[in-house]
């Protein structure tokens, strides 16, 4: 699994988390930054002027801050993006209570999956936060997911890049998945870490989300994996009721 750095710096974490939160969650008051990071108002503030001096952000009209220059560019939908992170929340909670282990919501984008949210288990051995990280779909369990229900042009782009060998064996796992209803990433993204992931239904004219339960492998097995597949159906089929009622 990949850890954080032994000699992290706080203040540079938190800029670069913000600096992914205003480009997948778009305008951003100063009150919402330091309830999202956890830090208070002025540190809020001062992380916002230095993404500006940077122009990775800018002061919108409302008073809120935005993207900047360097930001700008292909990302997913940003209002329902938020939307879909605050539905999940909840139900990511429930599934962490029920299962154990660490549970996210993500959404494809491109070649890629990025993580919308993340609910920490209690496991001092534990797969940590992914917010805001980035993941090629077709290794990860919730892009492999996302794709079994895609169409062929967002799977073909995906593909494309691939090898022949590597694509022929992802057209394979996808129809895998199709017939069971969850994907499985084993240690393909970080040794150590095994993945379930489950597609949540489009609704509320939103699509391409999922979500996954990780953990380290040691603690998994094979007979684990189905029950966290099953789980993980329940609730993504509830966040899309709750999504197109929203």
Not at 122 to 147: E, I, N, Q
Not at 170 to 178: D, F
Not at 191 to 198: F, I, M, N, Q, S
Request: net charge neutral.
């Amino acid at each position: 699994m990949k850890n954080r750095p032994a000699y992290a710096i706080a203040s540079v974490d938190s800029a670069l988390l913000l600096a992914t939160l205003l480009q997948q969650e778009g305008p951003m008051r100063v009150t919402d930054v330091a309830e999202r990071l956890g830090v208070s108002g002025s540190t809020a503030h001062r992380l916002l002027g230095m993404l500006v001096y940077r122009d990775f952000a800018e002061q919108l009209p409302d008073r809120r801050y935005g993207t900047g220059p360097v930001l700008r560019g292909g990302t997913a939908p940003r209002a329902p993006v938020t939307r879909l992170r605050d539905v999940a929340l909840p139900h990511l909670r429930g599934l962490v209570d029920a299962l154990g282990e660490t549970a996210n919501v993500m959404v494809l984008a491109g070649t890629d999956v990025r993580f919308v949210a993340t609910v920490e288990c209690d496991h001092v051995l534990r797969v940590g936060d992914r917010t805001g990280r980035v993941l090629p779909a077709h290794l990860s369990s919730g892009g492999k997911a996302a794709l079994a229900r895609a169409d062929d042009e967002e799977v073909a782009a995906v593909l494309g890049p691939l090898d022949d060998a590597v694509a022929e064996r992802l057209r394979r796992e996808l129809r895998s998945v199709r017939r069971r209803g969850y994907a499985i990433n084993d240690q393909a993204t970080e040794a150590g870490l095994t993945a379930v992931g489950v597609a949540v239904p489009a609704a509320g004219g939103f699509s391409g989300a999922a979500i996954s339960v990780a953990a380290p492998t040691a603690r998994s097995s094979r007979d684990l994996l189905p029950v966290w597949g099953a789980a993980l159906v329940a609730v993504a089929d509830a966040i899309a009721a709750d999504l197109g009622a929203a």
